[in-house]
């Protein structure tokens, strides 16, 4: 199973685009049944969700309502053994996380799945979110991911009171501190968020290779034209890929003559920079 590292979202009222959406190659969609949904159609529209789950021929995950009154049906109507991941928004305390990891693995026994077998993936949304996003990416041993509420005039941004730019330097703390209490919880993948400004690709792929440099692997998209960009941006570069191999292929013809520190195009490689590259090259 490969980590959805490009995703793709569809609203849960557009069945045909989650039909049509394994034609852009995605890793995975995320049918979104929030902020897409208008509120007197979500009972029909989560229903209509979980039978469509099963026939689509994409990896599957779905963005559920938080709310009290609606997080349970959701979860009802989509869990099932042709589910990836449930997407839970705006989280932000670990009482929540659990309740939400409770009401999947009782589904799981109900439902003859194995246990931990239905992922988690958790949006960071709010500033308290950003606060507590260790303790909440470490609440349940379901969780796969986490994901940065990045989308310029949404939900973190409005929270923040901040401007936003594709220099990043507003929200510059928040995204880093996402990426590092993820790697700290020891997430297998960290993901950035959505990007709104869909035709402007110059924009995307700046901001793409920003969330690169920080650490991030990938994120999720909103049109599938942002696809191809987001690919290119995150896919390792070619002379990545070269000084990394220099790098193993050096050091490790070095180890065997008992020697454990050289240099590589001038720069000093021990074991820590040599399993920097090993890393590199195995991801």
Known sequence: ???????????????????KAARYAPDAIIIDLEDTVPVQLKAQVRAEVG????TLDVEVLVRV??????????????VSADLRAVVYPMAEDVPTVEHVDAIITRLERER?????SIKLILLIETALGVVRCFDCASAAARIESVAFGSA???DLQRDMKCAWSVEGTEMLYARSKVLLDSRAAGLPYVLDGAFSDIGNDEA????????????YEGRTLIHPNQIETARRAYAPSEKEVAYYTKVVEAFEEAEAKGIAAIKVEGKLIDYAMYKMAKAFIQA
């Not at 039978?51 to 099963?54: N, R």
């Not at 792929?205 to 690169?212: E, G, V, Y």
């Open 1 to 19: 199973m490969t980590n959805p590292l490009i995703t793709l979202y569809t609203p849960g009222t557009k069945p045909d685009l989650m039909r």
């Open 51 to 54: 039978e469509l789950i099963p």
């Open 65 to 78: 309502n938080s709310e009290p009154e609606n997080i349970e049906a959701d979860l009802e109507a989509v």
């Open 112 to 116: 003859s799945l194995e246990p931990d």
């Open 152 to 154: 310029e005039d949404a």
């Open 204 to 215: 995307l792929f700046a901001d793409c290779r920003l969330s690169k440099r920080l650490g």
